[in-house]
């Protein structure tokens, strides 16, 4: 069979077993397991696919089918024009994020020796984005979970960035930190009950990067009381919400002496907050 037909028997197959963005999910897996990028097989479309690799696209398709994120499958995804390494364990850096990323750097490029610390981690791809925009930052990652932190140190390692990464407890009172000019963070904000209603490709991701508690927000709680003491004059958070979480947010920061403003994303969904520290 040539690249093409592959393609679209993939495509099709993947289709017809009801998975979504068939087309597109089909050239990456047939990109993936021909080793080629998508533009190296968009201009090779007539190579004829010898038997074996067909078999393992094909496997890879039924891992797809099976419920499998695309992303786990290829093992890396691009956040901010860098590349990750994903896979079990570890939460797929989301395209709505890179909304807090451009607000956090604008802000951070306007202080001098800043310093910015992500806590909920994960991939790293919050605070790698921002250290390999803003080198002179001090970035420092902060995640609880052994095989998210093996991604975390593995992106900070394969991006070539200087990142203090910290393994501790976002929601346990932090303890001999310095100042921060601003918190990022994306933490678990799906409401316990409604983790199991989740597509099955998003129950595939870790559930503890999902899970925010009975009401979706522990997370926010925990980091207004015990982190956001730690930012300095004019220092602010950039925190992501659920869609449906900017009045609930706002009201938690706000009842932690920040001013707050919320930031939609590209959809039109709430879905950061910015809370700035109020003059006192
Ligand atoms: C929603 S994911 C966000 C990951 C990444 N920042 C991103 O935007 O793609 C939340 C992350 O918080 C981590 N996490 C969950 N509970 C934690 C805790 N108590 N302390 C520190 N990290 C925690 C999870 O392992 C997961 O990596």
Known sequence: MVISALRRFIAERLASNGVEDASFDADNLVAFGLKMTKTELMINFDREVDSEDEKRICSLADRRISGEPLQYIIGEWEFYSLPFYVGDGVLIPRADTEILVDHAIEFLKTRDSARAIDLCSGSGCIA???KANLPSVSVFAVELYQKAMGYLTKNVERNGVEIEVINTDVLAEPTGFEK???????PPYIETKTVKTLS???QNEPITALDGGEDGLVFYRAIAKNWVPLLKKDGRIFAEIGEDQAEVVTE????????CQTIKDLNG??????GTVKDI
């Open 200 to 202: 099955k490709e998003v």
């Open 252 to 259: 938690i920061f706000e009842n932690h002496g920040l001013k």
């Open 128 to 130: 790698i984005s921002v």
């Open 180 to 186: 921060f000019d601003a918190i990022l963070t994306n």
């Open 269 to 274: 969904h709430d879905r950061v907050i910015i």
